[in-house]
């Protein structure tokens, strides 16, 4: 849960995206190259399960699921539970059975209608900050990095108050909703600073869909029955994701072999009514074994924009962010 933000967690958090974007070739400018002593360690949120699952895509299929069989009965986890335990609100993993299919949206971005928001507005403004932001950032903090990133990532550099967007695509085309959703981390990473707080992944995943919703809202209305179908894809995919997760964690003995963690997989993928399209391959499900359960992150928040399509406006929500958060 949300933290009360202190200059340690920004260094520290500093210190990691400085050395992130570096290993990427972008240098950035900071002064945190300084070592930290290890009693300035500080807690961050309670973001993820703490489990190592060390599978490699480029290995083959036998010796991925000899590992991660291995991992798995170390690690023998119930999920739920954990979530309890550290007051996660309890996730709703009941498959909606909408059938919408994702499109391609028709815009791309255009920076003109910030500037245009902004030019209405007080300077001194919170809303007028983060429209400063926005733009800035689309400006000269948009990176193309190496083939590494897989598709979009934000990376927030506290102390200098930047956020860096970093897109591993050649063609220079922008996907509206993908960035629109980068856009919604910019938005939080500002806002997490000027109101001294610091969110677990969830939280931020939270907000940041949160915001993109209050974009479509704003500037991109006409996308937005296009925007839902996007969300409803992404939901159903990390709602299979996630559950498949749960019983492969909770029950490894059951799935020991290569063919019923298959079963297991379909099985979720029918429930879900996922399609081809839409649908993840198998070997995408072993990066989330990577990191177990960052799919469930985004649900509660891609559920909580789906309800919010067409309502708030962006300036609304800063309002409502800061109502909740403001010191
Ligand atoms: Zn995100």
């Not at 000899?66 to 539970?81: E, V």
Request: hydrophobic share 35%.
């Amino acid at each position: 849960m949300a933290l009360k933000r202190n200059k340690m967690h920004s260094i520290q958090e500093e210190k990691e995206s400085v050395a992130l974007l570096k290993s990427l070739g972008h240098i950035v400018s900071s002064f945190y190259e300084i070592e930290l002593n290890s009693e300035e360690i500080v807690d961050f949120p309670i973001s993820l399960p703490n489990i190592k699952i060390e599978v490699s895509l480029e290995e083959n299929i036998l010796i991925q699921n000899i590992k991660l069989n291995k991992q798995l009965l170390k690690y023998k986890f119930d999920y739920l539970t954990w979530r309890k335990k550290h007051n996660f609100q309890s996730l709703n993993l009941e498959p909606s059975f909408c059938n919408m299919r994702y499109q391609n949206p028709n815009n791309e971005i255009d920076i003109s209608i910030f500037i245009n928001e902004q030019n209405r507005l007080e300077n001194n403004s919170i809303y007028y900050l983060i429209l400063d932001k926005i733009i800035y950032t689309i400006k000269h903090n948009i990176k193309y990095p190496s083939k590494s990133i897989d598709g979009y990532k934000c990376i927030h550099c506290p102390m200098i108050n930047q956020s860096y967007i970093l897109i591993n695509e050649i063609d220079n085309q922008y996907h509206l909703f993908y960035l629109l959703h980068e856009i919604g981390h910019v938005i939080v990473n500002f806002l997490m600073v000027e109101t001294s707080i610091i969110f677990s992944i969830e939280e931020e995943e939270y907000w940041a869909h949160y915001f993109e919703c209050t974009l479509i809202n704003t500037f991109y209305k006409k996308e937005a029955k296009k925007y839902e179908y996007f969300l409803y894809s992404l939901l159903e995919e990390n709602k299979a994701i996630t559950n498949y997760q749960i019983e492969l964690f909770k029950y490894p003995e059951k799935y020991e072999k290569y063919e019923n963690k298959m079963e297991l997989y379909k099985r979720n993928v029918v429930e879900y009514n996922l399609t081809d399209e839409d649908s993840i391959n198998y070997n995408y499900v072993f990066e989330f074994i990577d990191a177990p359960f960052y799919s469930a992150s985004y649900i509660m928040g891609q559920e909580n924009a789906i309800n919010h399509i067409l309502k708030d406006t962006l300036i609304e929500g800063v309002l409502k962010f800061t109502s909740i958060f403001d010191k």
